[in-house]
C-alpha cells in the first residue's frame, strides 16, 4: 500500500516549503481589521448613548446604549478568533490549522445571540402585562441614529462573494464575518421595528405595539442565531451537507480511471478550504502521483491523502 499527502492547489498564504497547513479564508485580514473598525464604531455609539441617556434622563437612549454593548462584546469574540487563527497560523500543534478556529468563534457568536433573542422576548412580554410611558419623540432619535450607524457596520461586515476567488465552492462561507454581520443586523432590526412602533404608538395611541413587535423582533433574531449555529455545528464536527458535491466529484473522477473508491472522508479546514482521504482500489495499480494530480482540478480541496491498493476482484 502507498500513501502520500498533498495539497493540490492552495489559496492561503504562500508560505517556505512544500506543505503548510494555512488554511484561512482569501479576505482573512481585511475581515479582521473591518471587524476591529466596527467593534469601535459600535462602542463609541454605546459610550455616547449611555452617557446621554443619564444627562438627559432617556430611558431609551440608556437601553439602546446596554443593547448595543451585548453585541459589541459578541463581535469582540470575532475579532480575537481572527487574532488567534492568524497568530497560530503556522503553529504546529493545529494538525490541519487554525481555519476553524472562526467557526467556534461563531458558535459561541450564535449562543449569545439567541441569548438577546430570549431577553428582547422577555422584556417584551413584561411589557405587555406592565405597559411602560414612552417619551417618543426621543426613543424614535435614539432609534434613528443607532439605524443608521448600524447599517455602516453592516456595509463594512457584508460577505461579498464577488471577490471569492472560489465563491462558488461549498463551504467558502466565512462565518465568523457572519456571526459578527449577524449581530449588526439584529441591532438594525431592533431599531427598524423600534421606529415603526414608536411612529405608530405616537400617531394611533398604540402603546401595545412596542412590545408585541419586540417579541416580533425576538423570533426572527433567534431563528438567525439557530441557522447559524446548524452552519457552524455542522464545520466543527466535520458534518457535509447533503447537496454537497465534492465526495461525487472525487468518485466520478477515480472511477472514470477503472478504479474503486474504497473509502472517502471529507471535512472542512477553514472558508473555502477543504480536505479529503481517498483509499482507491485498482486491479491495474498506478502510483499515487497519478491519482492525485487527478483530483488537483477539484476546486476548494486544499489538502488530500491519497492511499493506493490493490483490488482483489
Not at 506543505?19 to 479576505?27: E, K, M, Q, S, T
Not at 452617557?51 to 446604549?65: E, K, R
Not at 481555519?99 to 412580554?125: H, M, Y
Amino acid at each position: 500500500m502507498n500513501h502520500d499527502h498533498t495539497h493540490p492547489h492552495h489559496h492561503g498564504p504562500a508560505l517556505s516549503g512544500a506543505h503548510d497547513h494555512v488554511f484561512l479564508g482569501d479576505n482573512h485580514t481585511r475581515n479582521e481589521k473591518r471587524t476591529w473598525l466596527v467593534i469601535a464604531i459600535t462602542a463609541t455609539m454605546m459610550v455616547v448613548e449611555i452617557v446621554c441617556g443619564s444627562l438627559f434622563g432617556s430611558m431609551a437612549l440608556t437601553a439602546d446604549g446596554w443593547h448595543m454593548s451585548t453585541h459589541a462584546a459578541a463581535m469582540l469574540i470575532a475579532a480575537f478568533a481572527y487574532l488567534y487563527a492568524r497568530r497560530n497560523a503556522e503553529n504546529p500543534r493545529f494538525s490541519f490549522g487554525t481555519g476553524k478556529v472562526g467557526d467556534l468563534a461563531a458558535f459561541g457568536s450564535a449562543t449569545v445571540l439567541a441569548l438577546i433573542a430570549l431577553l428582547i422576548g422577555w422584556e417584551s412580554l413584561m411589557r405587555l402585562q406592565n405597559p411602560v410611558s414612552i417619551n417618543f419623540t426621543d426613543a424614535i432619535i435614539v432609534a434613528s441614529v443607532g439605524l443608521a450607524v448600524n447599517l455602516v457596520c453592516a456595509l463594512l461586515l457584508h460577505e461579498d462573494h464577488s471577490h471569492h476567488s472560489h465563491g462558488h465552492v461549498h463551504g467558502a462561507h466565512d462565518h465568523n464575518l457572519r456571526a459578527a454581520y449577524l449581530h449588526v443586523l439584529a441591532d438594525a432590526l431592533t431599531s427598524v421595528l423600534a421606529i415603526a412602533a414608536l411612529a405608530f404608538g405616537r400617531l394611533l395611541g398604540w402603546s401595545f405595539l412596542d412590545p408585541v413587535i419586540g417579541i416580533v423582533g425576538a423570533v426572527v433574531i433567534a431563528r438567525w442565531s439557530w441557522t447559524l449555529m446548524r452552519d457552524t455545528g455542522a464545520v466543527l464536527v466535520d458534518y457535509n451537507a447533503a447537496e454537497d458535491d465534492l465526495g461525487p466529484e472525487i468518485r466520478r473522477i477515480v472511477e472514470a480511471e477503472g478504479a474503486q473508491v474504497q473509502d472517502l472522508h471529507l471535512w472542512q479546514l477553514g472558508p473555502g478550504h477543504r480536505a479529503a482521504i481517498v483509499s482507491v482500489a485498482a486491479e491495474e495499480m498506478r502510483p499515487v502521483a497519478y491519482y492525485r494530480e487527478k483530483l488537483s482540478a477539484v476546486p476548494g480541496l486544499s489538502h488530500l491523502t491519497v492511499e493506493v491498493e490493490p483490488s482483489h476482484a
